[in-house]
């Protein structure tokens, strides 16, 4: 049976949630922000996240997926284009985890195509062991070395999305 270990609170995420948001508030003041989830993953970290942000702004979502198990197949599928129109606008693009960062290096190529006047990236956590691409993210609510972690959107094959925590999965 896989262990689970708690890593990070519902608290610690609200708290940090709370401080991300109000800070994007404050830097898109006079923008066009549109806040583009990336599915699945993002789906729980943006609901909050969202409502931590106070000034006017439109919520979008794209799909892509890349993983199998706990690693990535190279592979990124796109399963969802943006519905709003993005040209000229300030886009924040919210990943749940960003790891070998080529499921971001190739939503920002995508994204760029549609012409926003900016495009930044906010993430739940930031684990940069395994970075490959060159990804500059913006906002990271935490920072993490190594580890496989599932909650809060984060799954292992689909599981445990549910949980309200973020916990280390060991195999
Ligand atoms: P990347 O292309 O390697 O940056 O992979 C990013 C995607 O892989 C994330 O959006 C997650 O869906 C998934 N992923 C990477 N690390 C983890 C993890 O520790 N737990 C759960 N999913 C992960
Ligand atoms: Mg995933």
Do not use: W
């Amino acid at each position: 049976m896989p262990e689970l270990i708690p890593l990070i609170s519902q608290h610690e995420i609200n708290e940090k949630t709370r401080e991300i948001g109000q800070k994007i508030t404050q830097d898109y003041k006079g923008l066009d922000l549109v806040v583009v989830g990336v599915l699945k993953g993002s789906f729980i970290f943006l609901a909050d996240l969202v409502r931590q942000i106070s000034i006017d702004h439109e919520i979008d979502l794209v799909g892509a997926s890349s993983y199998e198990g706990t690693s990535s197949t190279g592979q990124i599928v796109f399963t969802k284009q943006p519905d709003l129109e993005l040209k000229g606008r300030d886009v924040l693009l919210v990943e749940d985890i960003v790891d070998t960062g080529r499921t971001l290096a190739k939503m920002i190529e995508f994204m760029q195509r549609l012409n926003p006047r900016s495009i930044k990236i906010c993430a739940l956590i930031d684990k940069s062991e395994r970075r490959e691409a060159q990804i500059n993210v913006d906002y990271a609510c935490f920072r993490l070395d190594e580890g496989f972690i599932v909650g809060y959107g984060l799954d292992y094959n689909e599981k445990y999305r549910n949980l309200p925590a973020i916990f280390d999965l060991k195999l």
